[in-house]
């Protein structure tokens, strides 16, 4: 496989580095979930022989490799950022256990310096983790961690294919806590078909014991390709029903924030400082080097994604060549139709110099029809227009 070049880079001034980290494991695959991720099953039909990205040591070595890569480009290009926030997702990057994802720190360290209140997230699955987890990581830096929990209902969770116990996410944000976590997310899927709103309320009120200051919640996307659709095509299972997923996200956002914690982007809500700069980093248009097999990286006009696959990412690290699958440079109507599409999600909305004068005109129409709401020169969504987020973008980008 030939890389493609990528240009010089030639990163924007000024603004929040964040860099993110993929971990491409998990020890079994959800029903619902498209992620880049494989179990070990699926790493061991693929074959070892390749340099071993396939295993977590071999992952890691690439990763340094890419992490001396990065920072060496961006050291040519004007100098390596100082990174505001680091974010290990994945896939599960706590199958790496407390001492793994330390030495994840320590690589990022050897070639980057942190800021002195940087945000440094890492995911995890509740399963594998434990207080002596949440106790290495601390001690390793991390101030955040991000749990997968989805719901507390046995059978939502049964149909998600999620293998952890309904009480073991709350326990565990509670472990995270004790440990010292001041940031603590739980995700949440909702409109899961079977779901009652009972089965959500006990999910909230789960939620809300543990403290955390952060919740993500998604409706249930049935991805193409995943077993959910393959179920769903069967007719084994309803698809999940618009109207219901709208009153679980109105029942969600009445019972958070009456709890204090508000919605920053239409799927995220937090208590006041809970916001992840990371996630922000990306919707505000912000630059990051993502590493890892299949990881996106924005730095500049220049966006790139890297060899999917733990076997090819690892292969062209160990030739000495960028793990780069392919990249495009941003023109003047990408970077315009991606600040609309994101910043539109954000609470503080965008600002209205951005749109252009037939925007302007249909962003008017959306105002008089209760679903954005135009306050000192920022047009946010109103509820009504939460609910609709993705047709207001596409009225207004036409
Ligand atoms: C990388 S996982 C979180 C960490 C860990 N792998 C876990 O699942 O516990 C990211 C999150 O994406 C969400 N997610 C993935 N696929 C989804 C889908 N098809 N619909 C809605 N949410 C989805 C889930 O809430 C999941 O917790
Ligand atoms: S939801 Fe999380 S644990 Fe499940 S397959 Fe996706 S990344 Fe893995």
Sequence with gaps: MTAPALPPLAPAPGG????????????????????????????AAAGGDTPAGNTPAGWLEALRRELELAA???????????????FVGGGTPSLL???????VLAAVRT???????????????????????????RAAGYTR?????????????????????????????????????????LDLIYGTPGE????????????????????????LVVEDGTALARRVRRGEMPAVDDDVVADRYELLDARLTAAGLDWYEVSNWSRPGGECR???????????????????????????????HPNGYAEALASGAAPVAGFEELGETDRHVEQ?????????????????????RRADAAVAAGLLRLVEQRLALTDAGRLLADAVVRDLLD
């Design 111 to 137: 070639h980057f310096v942190l800021a002195g209140d940087a945000e440094v997230t890492t995911e995890a699955n509740p399963e594998s983790t434990s207080p002596a987890f949440f106790g290495a990581l």
């Design 145 to 185: 961690v991000s749990l997968g929990m989805q719901s507390v209902a046995p059978h939502v969770l049964r149909l998600l294919d999620r293998v952890h116990s309904p009480g073991r996410a709350p326990a565990a944000a509670l472990e995270a806590r004790s440990a010292g976590f001041a940031h603590v997310n």
């Design 278 to 308: 990371h996630n922000l980093g990306y919707w505000n248009g912000g630059q990051w080097w993502g590493a890892g097999p299949g990881a996106h990286s924005h730095v500049g006009a220049l966006r790139w994604w890297n060899v999917k």
């Design 196 to 219: 009652t709103d009972d089965d959500l309320a006990r999910s909230i009120d789960a939620v809300l014991a543990a403290d955390v200051d952060h919740v993500s919640a998604y409706a």
């Design 340 to 360: 609309v599409l994101l910043r539109i999600r954000l609470r503080d909305g965008l600002p209205v110099a951005v749109l252009h004068p037939a925007e302007r």
């Design 72 to 86: 060496g480009r961006l050291d040519a290009a004007g100098g390596v950022p100082v990174l505001d926030t680091v």
């Design 97 to 103: 256990g407390g001492a793994g994802l330390a030495d």
């Design 16 to 43: 929040a580095f964040g860099l993110y980290l993929h971990v491409p494991f998990c020890a079994a695959r959800c029903g619902y979930c498209d992620f880049n991720t494989y179990t070990p099953g699926e790493l």
